[in-house]
């Protein structure tokens, strides 16, 4: 009975500690209207909902590569006639890997075009280049999309670090000499 008292304050020690963490200032959510007038997508109009389990980044369409959101994936065109899916962003647990940067790339239905043999290279302009890393999940989907994984795990003081380590980021993604670029989602447009 002693022990299960004690296992119960720690508990309540550990969630209260938690909930006193200072709360970092979230900027508000920037209407799709007015990311689109200004080159920009979102994967959806509510990308902020899941903070600080989730932070998608956005697509930045500067070359006019974006086609639309396939699920979780920004569908791209890649070179003349093919196109990618590409899921970045925050993940504080995305199977084994906790508080890391992850970038998933994938050939799509449409894609006409293999991957499997074009060299990538993942970046963050704040936490530096990304790993490729061992795939989660189905296999079988994983190998007819070739699927590739990208992580940059980052070192959190707390739950809300992670404004912190993506303010001001920008994940440059690079597959063979087509570049894409993606902006953390608490950008600020004037």
Do not use: H, W
């Amino acid at each position: 009975m002693k022990r299960l008292l004690y296992l119960i304050l720690l508990i309540v020690i550990s969630c209260s500690s938690t909930s006193q963490l200072p709360r970092p200032e979230i900027q508000s959510e920037i209407p799709a209207s007015k990311l689109n007038s200004n080159g920009i997508a979102a994967i959806n109009p509510n990308y902020k909902n899941s903070y600080f389990r989730l932070l998608p980044y956005l697509f930045f369409n500067e070359s006019s590569t974006f086609n639309e959101i396939q699920g979780d994936f920004y569908n791209v065109k890649f070179k003349a006639n093919s196109n990618l899916n590409i899921m970045p962003g925050f993940r504080s647990e995305y199977g084994n890997y906790n508080n890391s940067l992850i970038v998933l790339i994938a050939m799509s239905e449409t894609s006409t075009l293999p991957i499997k043999d074009i060299p990538i290279s993942v970046e963050s302009s704040k936490n530096g280049a990304f790993k490729q890393e061992k795939l989660i999940g189905n296999n079988q989907i994983n190998k007819s999309q070739q699927r590739v994984l990208f992580v940059k795990k980052l070192e959190l003081e707390n739950r809300f670090d992670v404004l912190n380590k993506i303010n001001d980021d920008v994940i440059t993604v690079k597959i063979g000499e087509q570049i894409y670029t993606f902006l953390n989602p608490e950008i600020k447009l004037d």
